[in-house]
Structures are given as C-alpha cells and as structure tokens.
C-alpha cells in the first residue's frame, strides 16, 4: 500500500531485481513482509487478538480492577519489548548505511583470479554501514571522530567484508592495545563523561604515553574528523592485506575508494551546532540523497607492492599507523561502488549487519600485519556475544551462494537441514570438502621460519615521520583547522600534566605548531623540536580531491522568505534549483502559508526558528520590499545570514534583499557588493540588484568563467564552502 514503502525505494529495487545486483533483494524478499490495512493483529503465535489497549482485569462494578497475569496477549507484549534490545557494538555503535552495487571496469587479474575484483561482466550487491567510533548508538553524527565505512559485498564465491575507515592509518600497530585505546577514547570510567569526544583527560594521555598514535591523531584533529556527508568521505582498507593470482603470485595490497563528490568537511563550529540541533544529520543526509536519487558513487582502487619488494620502504608495510605515500605506490582505480537503496528497516538490516575481517573470498588473503590478525579474531567473535552463534543466518548477513557444512544447533538455529549425517568424512561423501577447480580457498603456501617473541621489526619503531609528512602536506586552512581543533580538545583536558605534556609531544611534528597551540591552551611553550624532514605528500590534503566535475545534486539549498517576497526571483530559484537535483528548502518566518509579491501562496518547508542555517550549504534570499523588511527586523533571520556567512556558505540575494544581506553581514572595505544591476561575487556572496525579465536564467555551466548571478550563485556552492573568505581573515568564527 503507498505510503508503507517509499516509492523511490521501491523503483530501485524493481529496476534492481533483473540483475545480479538483485540477487541480495530477491534473497531479502523470503523474510519481508509488507504492512498493510488488510492485516489483522495478531500474537507472534498467529491467533488475532481483539484489542491491543486494555490488559484483562478483574473488574469490579465501578470497571476497575486488577490486571490478570494470565493475560497472554498482554505479557506477549510487554515480554517482548522488555527484550528488544541487543548490546549495541562496543565500539562502531553509532551509524546507519545502504545497499548498492560494485562494479570492475578494468580486471585486475594480473594481481588476483577473485572475480568480484577481476570480472568485468558483473555486477556484486553489496551493503555499507557508515560509523562514528566512540560515541554511543543514541550519540550525534557530527561529533569529531573517525568514521567507519564498511562494505559487505555478497558474491558469488561467499561474503567479503571490507571494514574499512575514511582514515588510513590507525593509532596502534598491534591489536593487542586495542582495549586501551578504546578504552582511552570512551567515556571515563569514574563519571562515564564525556559522550562521544576525544577531548578529554585520559584520551590525550593515551596519545602521549603511546607514540605510534601520533600519525593517526594527526588525521583525526584534521578536517577528515568532520565530514560533511559520508558520501563526501574516502575509504581505506589501512590494514594490509594480500592478493594471488592464477600463477599462484602474491602480491600486498592496500584498498582505497575516492568518492565522486570530492572530500568536503563541516566547519568545526557548524559540526558542534549540528550535534545538538540534528543529531541525525549524516544518517538523513544519505537517505536524502538516496531517496532523491542522486546516488553516491566512489572509485574504487589498489595500492599494490609485489612480493619481492616487501623490504624496499624505509617504513614496514604492514605497519597500520602508516600509509604507502602515493609517489612511492600509486593508487590503481579499476571499480565503482554505488549506493543506491535505503534500507527499510533499520534494526533487521543495519544493526543486525554483521561484519568480519576473517571474511574475504578466494583470491583476497591476509597479510602478517599484526593490527589485522587480531581483528580476524575480534570481529567473530564480539558478532558471537552481539548477535548469537547463527549470526550469519540472519538475512541481512546470509550470503546469496549456497552454504552447506556441519556447523549446527546453537541459540536461534533456523535452518533445517534433512540428512542423517552430520560430520566428515560420511559413508555418503555427503558435504564432502571442495577441491581447488571447483572453488575452494586457496591459502598461500608462505615460508615460516621463526621463533615464538613479542616482538615488531625495528621499521614499527618510528613514529612521527609520516605525522611530520601529513603536517606538512596540508594547506594553509587546514593546517588553521588543524591548530583550532588542538585548541579545542586539549582546552577540554583539565589535567595540567596531560595538556603540557601534549604541548611538548607536538613538537616532535613541528615546533611551530606547538608554540602556536601552547599560546592557546596553556603548558610550557617548547623552544625546540625535533627536526621536520620538510617532505609533502599532496594527496594527503583533502583539497586534492575536489570531486570529478562540479555539482550542486543533493546540496541543500536554503529559500528565506516572508510575506511580499519576489515571487519571480523565488520561482526561478526554486526551479533552477530542482533541475540541478539540488535540495530547495522552503524557509519562512512561519510554516503556515506565505504570500508572495503576486499574492500566490507558499508552504514552506520549515520556519527560521525550527530549522538552523548549519543544516544547509547555501541560502538563497529573493527580494521583494515587504518580505525583506520583515526579515530586516527577524533577529532569527539575521542570524541566519550571519551564521552562514561565518560557515562560508554561498549567499545569494536579489532586488531588495541585497541590502538586507549587506546589513547583516556588516561588510567591511575588503568586500564589496556591486550597486549595479550587474552580477557581482565577491567571497561567495553572489548578489543581483536589478532583476530584469531574464537576467535570472537557468544555471548552465558552473565554471568560474559563468556570468548569470544563477551560474555564479551554483559555481559557489559546488565549491562547498567560500574558502578566500577564511583566507582573508574576514569573520570566520560566528
Ligand atoms: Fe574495528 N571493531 N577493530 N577497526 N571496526 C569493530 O566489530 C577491532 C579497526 C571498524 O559497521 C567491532 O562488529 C579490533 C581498524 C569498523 O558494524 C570489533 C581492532 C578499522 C567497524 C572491532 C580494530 C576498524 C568496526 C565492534 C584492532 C579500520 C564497524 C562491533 C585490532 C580499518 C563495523 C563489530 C560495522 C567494529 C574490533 C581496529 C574498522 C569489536 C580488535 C584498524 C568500520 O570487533
């Protein structure tokens, strides 16, 4: 029936279900039920019950009186939801995802035979789940922190679980430190403060007593800790794992997906405004886009080493706290993954998703990396306690090729396999173990030759060259962000010897940095450092990936208006807007109708109380004397403008309303708006005085050489934010 299942939802799946990407809704579809006006309700043991407001009582004649305990349809209910909840994961808690599709357009096949990485013909269904790390499941999205990013691909030889982060490097070498740094990071343990922050007491300790973190804290202070979407984030395998090939060559090899919408971050300001002011920001943000169906997209690609060069780097390369610079190893981009359906129930198919390191296909193998060995172990085993022993049952987790071996009983068993045999070797050959040609995994014959020691080679040793090397590459702003965000958390360590020792520790990245960042914290500020080696690495900045070709699609873009506004201004916004698969969004100074100036009504979207300028990438003001002079004395809308101008948001305001923006950004001498009827940009305020009959056509290119105020005003946004803005040192805190 309409309204249960979004349409949108639906058309992809239809679209979906001819192909093997439809293998994974089809194997879906045998556990889904639709909802409808012609059920009835039931108990979970089918008899249909007739009321589901009043427990049976005891009724005395007044008609109360106490509830009876043989009510079963009343404890069925209550029973059941007492039980609802699972243990949310220990870490990962927080996140949502999709479906999609992974596709090879370039075989790697002289690196592996696995077809999901080498056929080019087909097409795998995968399921992604998006994460912060800390943070519980009730936590905000835009809290700073890594993000996970794991990918499920069903295919057809079993499942591969790629768990991966937007980060590539991690902030230990060996998993046997991985309850501390959790530990470090969570919550303290004497006040469970503070929810979801590093920017605390014991995290900043950790950071200090434990080297080889420096690298990684280094990319979680920088803007990658904030995205502004997952679809704007990379993706990285960091550990380091292996490919064979069909001579029986192997080769290691590091997993990186770039997406298609360039790498774009919040503003730290806007990031803690959105925590409070829409905790789900980053889960709605996909599913909009989703919905709308401007799907995510990301190439995705390799970095490989062959075997006989394991030795040749002057870091190891199964060191996870280090990335394989792309001059030395570049990355080779042969796939695309593509999200493109929302799930339609959260429970069932995001939490209960169940990933494992240990899951790869044949083909894709492990390396000695010790971050990943104990991973394999972990992720198996923490599915165990979360979801039960017959996790992989569930539907979301069952791959879509057949599955058949001895493994039974359990907690939850469903599965019903007839046979009178339940072990190997059987008098029916029954189950018996695949051979090699029919597709069994193929392990790698490698050389071991050692002795039993806790030890690391001598390369996991060094711990700042590369945190040096990611200082450097950043540009001027990120490197502003960066010292801000040390100024942020280390402001939150109370603990004198926690945030001067911290101070000190920066200097062994660069001793600029952590002059600059003792200024604003406090501690000893540190005369000398240790030595910056001065080598970059551009592709560590995030500027380095702009996106493939400049968008608006699935931008949210604010219309502020009141009564009297300039309904053709609004009309031809409001159209541009929609055919660039951008997102107008209607706000008002009320949510009940506003009239515009040819006295035609509009219903906005949200009113400027309830929706916050933080929630969108740009605002749009048309004139109209009436509408602006109501916003003119709107303190909401005022702070509007001022706050997205402080986000570097592009701001665009024609006829009257290019005062009001003047007014309420204060400009100062250093930008100047245009007073003639002429388009003017000047730091990402696209502004039109005049408005004549078509001087408001329709965005057709968005390059810099645009002239419409439209072209303009969308090459603004497609940029993300106004970054000169910032550069000039104009108002950049709000
Ligand atoms: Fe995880 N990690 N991890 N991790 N991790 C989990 O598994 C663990 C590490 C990552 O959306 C847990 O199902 C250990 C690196 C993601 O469901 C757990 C070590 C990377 C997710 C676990 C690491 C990750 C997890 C908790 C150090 C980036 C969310 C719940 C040896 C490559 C998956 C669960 C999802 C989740 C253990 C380090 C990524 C406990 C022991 C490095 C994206 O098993």
Known sequence: MAGFVPDSVQKVAHAALGSREGDKLKDLAKDTKDISEKDRLTTDYGVKQSTADDWLKAVSPNQAGPLLLEDPFARERIMRFDHERIPERVVHARGAGAFGK????????????????????????????????????????????????????????????????????????????????????????????????????????????????????????????????????????????????????????????????????????????????????????????????????????????????EHKFDFDILDATKIWPEDLVPTRYFAELELNRNPEEFFTQVEQIAFCTSHVVPGIGFSDDPLLQGRNFSYFDTQISRLGVNFEELPINRPTCPVMNFNRDGALRHTITRG???????????????????????????????????????????????AQLFWNSMSPIEKHHIIAAFG????????????????????????????????LVGGDTPSQGRTNHGRRAPALSQTEFPGSTPTIASRRVAIIIADGYDQAAYDTAYAALSTALAVPLVIGTKRSKV?????????????????RSTMV??????????????????GRALHWIREAFGHLKTIGATGEAVELVHKAIGLGPTVTVSSSAETHESYGVVTLREVKPGSLKEAVTLGKEAKGFMEQFFYGIAQHRCWERELSGLNSQV
């Open 617 to 634: 990438d740009a605002i749009f003001i048309p004139g109209g004397a009436k509408s602006v002079q109501t916003l003119a004395t709107n």
């Open 595 to 611: 009239i515009g100036s040819n006295g035609r009504e509009t219903q906005p979207h949200h009113h400027l109380e309830g929706f």
């Open 420 to 466: 009178t045999v339940n072990y190997w070797p059987n008098r029916f050959q029954a189950c018996k173990p695949a051979s090699h040609a029919e597709g069994a995994y193929v392990e790698y014959a490698q050389k071991v030759n050692g002795m039993k020691a806790r030890i690391r080679s001598d390369k996991f040793k060094e711990h700042f060259s590369q």
């Open 102 to 309: 992974f596709k090879v357009y370039d075989s790697i096949d002289e690196f592996t035979f696995a077809p999901v990485l080498t056929d080019t013909s087909r097409e795998t269904p995968v399921f992604v789940r998006f994460s912060t790390v800390l943070g519980s499941r009730g936590s905000a999205d835009t809290v700073r922190d890594v993000r996970g990013f794991a990918i499920k691909f069903y295919t057809e030889e079993g499942n591969w679980d790629l768990v991966g982060n937007d980060i590539p490097v991690f902030f230990i070498q060996d998993a046997i430190k991985f309850p501390d740094v959790i530990h470090a990071g969570k919550p303290e343990p004497h006040n469970e403060v503070p929810q979801a922050q590093t920017a605390h007491n014991n995290f900043w300790d950790f950071q200090f007593n434990h080297t080889e973190s420096t690298h990684m804290f280094m990319w979680a202070m920088s803007d990658r800790g904030v995205p502004r979407s997952w679809r704007m984030m990379q993706g990285f395998g960091v550990n380091t794992f292996t490919l064979l090939n069909a001579k029986g060559e192997r080769h290691f090899v590091k997993f990186v997906w770039t997406p298609e919408l360039g790498v774009h971050s919040l503003i730290w300001d806007e990031a803690l405004k959105l925590a409070g002011q829409d905790p789900d920001f980053h889960r709605k943000d996909l599913f909009e886009a989703i919905s709308n169906g401007v799907f995510p997209k990301w190439k995705f690609g390799v970095q490989v080493i062959p075997e006989a060069d």
């Open 488 to 519: 942020f958390e280390l402001d939150h360590c109370e603990d004198p010897v926690v945030f001067g020792r911290m101070v000190q520790r920066l200097a062994d990245i660069d001793l600029g940095l952590a002059q600059t960042v003792s200024n």
